[in-house]
């Protein structure tokens, strides 16, 4: 079935260096993508979204890149620091119910 | 600013039981969710309120039912509890879906649910 997915569960990266989060989604009329980051025993928070008619979309520290040939997206975080650790969660949003669906997550830990 | 507030944070239940989890909002938002995490898992969608008045199935409705009883809050119930849903459940809310200008969700702290 369609599916929002992530390509690895766990991502361990150094501090100071950039993160890359993968995620593949498999619904081609999703017009619509959200990342989240869940911090332990807390509920989820928006950190950045991105409609499809964009390529690209930077925050502060965050930028999240969509790929629509491949339909993969991308969750990059610049100089990660130990208050990054976390799963993150890419979202999207199917149609025109605006549902929106999320993906397994990733969690990411940050080596010192 | 309290904005998502969930009750209870904790319940443990005998299988067969109802319960009913509250969540109410005071971002003056139109849309409303409830979703479930279960262990290692992603959040999946149970039923969702696109404003008051409204409700529509998500991914995942059986053995849940809700209540949009105002703008502010929207309540899920549990009518005969199942081992199967014992889970973190979160409540969220949005302004307009994702057809405002952005569809962030803001979500409650969680209500973490046991079913014996």
Not at chain 1, 43 to 55: A, E, K, L, T
Not at chain 1, 63 to 85: E, F
Not at chain 2, 47 to 59: L, P, Q, R
Request: charged share 20%; proline share 4%.
């Amino acid at each position: 079935g369609e599916s929002v997915g992530l390509h690895l569960p766990t991502l361990s990266v150094q501090e100071g260096d950039n993160s890359i989060i993968n995620c593949a989604y498999s619904n081609s009329a999703s017009d619509y993508f959200i990342w989240y980051k869940q911090e332990s025993g807390k509920g989820p928070q928006f950190i950045i979204d991105i409609r499809s008619n964009m390529d690209k979309r930077q925050g502060q520290r965050v930028t999240v890149l969509l790929n629509k040939t491949v339909k993969h997206l991308s969750l990059q975080i610049a100089a990660t620091q130990p208050g990054d650790s976390a799963v993150y969660f890419c979202a999207e949003s199917r149609g025109r119910d605006d549902k929106i669906i999320f993906g397994k997550g990733t969690r990411l830990h940050i080596l010192p | 600013n309290a904005g998502v507030t969930q009750t209870p944070k904790f319940q443990v239940l005998k299988t067969g039981q109802s319960m009913t989890l509250q969540c109410a909002q005071d971002m003056n938002h139109n849309s409303m969710y409830w979703y479930r995490q279960d262990p290692g898992m992603g959040l999946r969608l149970i039923y969702y309120s696109a404003s008051e008045g409204t409700t529509d199935k998500g991914e995942v409705p059986n053995g849940y039912n809700v209540s949009r009883l105002n703008k502010r809050e929207f309540s899920l119930r549990l009518e005969s509890a199942a081992p199967s849903q014992t889970s973190v459940y979160f409540c969220a809310s949005s302004q307009d879906g994702t057809s405002g200008v952005t569809g962030e969700l803001f979500f409650g702290e969680g209500s973490r649910l046991t079913v014996l």
